[in-house]
């Protein structure tokens, strides 16, 4: 089982449709979670750190299940600009300075 | 301008050769980290730093050599023992303050090439 799952998709979605993503995690000690955000052949950009209660930051909405060993992101009226692949990350064994990568989920949003 | 630099954007090597990609940051950040990314693939790390003068082999450190002789500075050599080199690399920086917010940047990355 890979360290951290993410659907590859592509998602294609409509502007202003609400779109979510899952990730699992394998490693239960896990404590930092994070989503990124990656446009084609750049570097990984921090979207959002995900806490436990939920967070919201505009129209993206990051959710964490401990009990499953699940993160969520919601997109909600997706813009053409969040065209992209969505990264979920989450720090691996060995504390919090070793992150691991999911591969991705790429969403196009379409006019 | 605070960031992460790479250098260069891209690199042509011929099969033998050893190159040296280079990762300056100017953000006072304590830990580097280096990571190879393939197409439809995650990001899998190769070495990291935590301290000058220190570092420890990632997930796929064959074939690669770094060194930390500065904080703000941590050189990838990729080698002629690295089989499959034709990669995208990344450099990353993180704060390590030890809360579990500390976040990684990362650089733009070299886009390498073996001929």
């Known amino acids: 089982r890979k360290e951290v799952e993410q659907d590859p998709g592509p998602f294609n979605v409509p502007e202003g449709a609400t779109v979510a993503f899952n990730c699992t995690y394998s490693n239960s000690a896990s404590q930092s979670f994070f989503w990124y955000r990656q446009d084609c052949r750049k570097e990984p950009k921090l979207l959002m750190s995900v806490y436990s209660s939920g967070n919201e930051d505009g129209r993206f909405t990051a959710q964490l299940n401990r009990a499953s060993q699940y993160i969520s992101l919601l997109i909600r009226d997706s813009k053409l600009s969040d065209s992209a692949t969505y990264l979920c990350v989450v720090n691996g064994l060995g504390g919090y300075n070793k992150l691991i990568f999911g591969a991705g989920t790429r969403l196009a949003v379409h006019p | 301008d605070g960031g992460i630099t790479q250098s260069p954007k891209y690199l042509f090597r011929k099969e033998g050769q050893n190159v040296t990609l280079s990762c300056e940051q100017n953000?006072?950040?304590?830990?580097m980290y280096w990571y190879r990314q393939d197409p439809g693939q995650g990001l899998r790390l190769i070495y990291y730093s935590q301290i000058v003068n220190d570092f420890q082999k990632g997930d796929i450190a064959e074939g690669y050599s770094v060194s930390r002789e500065k904080k703000e500075s941590f050189p990838l050599t990729v080698t002629s023992a690295q089989k499959n080199p034709t990669a995208f690399y990344l450099c990353?920086?993180?704060?390590?303050?030890?809360?579990?917010?500390?976040?990684?940047?990362f650089g733009p990355g070299t886009r390498l090439t073996v001929l």
């Open positions: 990353a920086s993180r704060t390590t303050s030890g809360s579990s917010t500390d976040t990684q940047y």
């Open positions: 953000l006072n950040h304590d830990a």
